[in-house]
T-cell receptor, first 114, second 113 residues
Framework: DQQVKQNSPSLSVQEGRISILNCDYT??????FLWYKKYPAEGPTFLIS?????DKNEDGRFTVFLNKSAKHLSLHIVPSQPGDSAVYFC?????????????FGKGTRLSVIA | DSGVTQTPKHLITATGQRVTLRCSPR?????VYWYQQSLDQGLQFLIQ???????AKGNILERFSAQQFPDLHSELNLSSLELGDSALYFC????????????FGSGTRLTVV
């Protein structure tokens, strides 16, 4: 039973437009959420996170939105750049994500077309 | 370079064999996590060690085992290998005090033939 779901395996976006990646979760005990980016032949790298006490967190071109009532979060990338082409994983955890195992979704492959 | 080192990068072995994957965590990190990524699957949590002791267990098969040594490096042992064990195996480490999740290594690609 998948606790973290990324229902879109892939997404294509034109350079300069907005990319929106979605993630749903089922475990109401999750209170910390992260996005990781993965390039081929590399491990996932941390991108941005959000605590359940917030509904938005922004870092440059990346913004994560959290809707707790819907158990849904999304990652917005504006403007999208070709270098953003990668697989994006949504992950969730209890508090102190540094010491509790993260639960990951299956990932969404983003292709930004120049 | 993330600071987490995994060796080997690639491994090809036959069914029924046993292999050992090695992970050196980032300097100062006490926790080591092992994840498996199979085709079309997300990152599946296998096991976590913290300062030498097992801390959490996920969907790890009985044929798999792990340990963390006094110098904090960790090894994942996979035995009686089956074709379905072919996957990317990632190690990650964390210090445990921040809110930035883990630092991942670049993975070991295991192919069982």
């Amino acid at each position: 039973d998948q606790q973290v779901k990324q229902n879109s395996p892939s997404l294509s976006v034109q350079e300069g437009r907005i990319s929106i990646l979605n993630c749903d979760y089922t475990n109401s005990m999750f209170d910390y959420f992260l996005w990781y980016k993965k390039y081929p032949a590399e491990g996932p790298t941390f991108l941005i996170s959000i605590s359940s006490i917030k509904d938005k967190n922004e870092d440059g071109r990346f913004t994560v939105f959290l809707n707790k009532s819907a158990k849904h979060l999304s990652l917005h990338i504006v403007p999208s750049q070709p270098g953003d082409s990668a697989v994006y994983f949504c992950a969730a955890s209890g508090q102190d994500s540094g010491n509790t195992p993260l639960v990951f979704g299956k990932g969404t492959r983003l292709s930004v077309i120049a | 370079d993330s600071g987490v080192t995994q060796t080997p990068k690639h491994l090809i072995t036959a069914t029924g064999q046993r292999v050992t994957l090695r992970c050196s965590p980032r300097s100062g990190d006490l926790s080591v996590y092992w994840y498996q990524q199979s085709l079309d699957q997300g990152l599946q949590f296998l096991i976590q060690y913290y300062n030498g002791e097992e801390r959490a267990k996920g969907n790890i098969l009985e044929r798999f085992s792990a340990q963390q040594f006094p110098d904090l490096h960790s090894e994942l042992n996979l035995s009686s290998l089956e074709l379905g064990d072919s996957a990317l195996y990632f190690c990650a480490s964390s210090h445990g005090t921040g809110n930035y999740g883990y630092t991942f290594g670049s993975g070991t690609r295991l192919t069982v033939v």
